[in-house]
């Protein structure tokens, strides 16, 4: 019928982190679905988070 490939694989997972752009080692950290390659991406990726959460709570206070 049609010549075309199925499609039927899930499209890939992230190839590389969410913050440096590196590749991965052994061990992958997640934070909020965001694949991060070490624990200092992963910090770093959580003081970004909060300082805009505190950017969006001065504001929403004003």
Known sequence: ???KPE???RPSAAKSCA???GKFGLIRYY???APLCSRKC???FRA???RDRRWLF???AA
């Open 1 to 3: 019928m049609c010549d």
């Open 7 to 9: 499609h039927s694989e």
């Open 19 to 21: 913050v440096c752009s």
């Open 31 to 33: 934070s909020w679905r």
């Open 42 to 44: 992963l910090d770093r």
């Open 48 to 50: 970004r988070r909060e």
């Open 58 to 60: 001065r504001f929403q």
